[in-house]
């Protein structure tokens, strides 16, 4: 009987063990990631919820027609707009490529003082290439329109 009660015991330790492991490493992958986790805004979202100015996380859109002015150095200030929205972002670095006006774009930054800082720039990688979220912020506000229309 000493023994049944034993082997018992050990398993309810083992049991306990395996939980309390799985616990901490679920806790500690949490924690790696929480920088990590960007969501995704459409300027529509933006003048209507404005995020905390440490807040990081994505901003995306068509970049708007005559609107990119290049400053000193690699300095960009352009606006993205969904349509419904229009917001000014300032850039410093150096942009894609396929960065153009009229076409898709998604930018991870800060918003300060009614201003995108975007610390990443990414375009489109082909011609009809859009990021979904960008689709899905136009289609919500009726201005999306298929590859290859005019």
Request: hydrophobic share 45%; glycine share 10%; aromatic share 8%.
């Given at each position: ?45 933006i003048i209507a919820e404005p995020p ?99």
């Amino acid at each position: 009987m000493a023994l049944n009660r034993l082997k018992k015991q050990r398993r309810i330790q083992v049991i306990v063990m395996a939980a309390i492991a799985l616990a901490v490493s679920t806790a500690l992958i949490g924690y790696a990631m929480r920088d990590g986790i960007n969501f995704f805004r459409a300027p529509s979202q933006i003048i209507a919820e404005p995020p905390a100015p440490d807040e990081v996380f994505r901003l995306g859109g068509l970049v708007e027609a005559d609107s990119i002015v290049r400053g000193e150095g690699l300095e960009v200030r352009f606006r993205v707009t969904d349509g419904g929205a229009s917001i000014p972002v300032v850039f410093a670095g150096v942009l894609p490529d396929l960065f153009a006006e009229n076409e898709g774009m998604i930018g991870t930054g800060v918003y300060v003082n009614g201003v995108f800082q975007a610390t990443e720039i990414l375009a489109k990688h082909d011609e009809t290439y859009m990021p979904k979220e960008v689709v899905d912020a136009l289609k919500e506000q009726g201005v999306y329109r298929e590859p290859g229309d005019s």
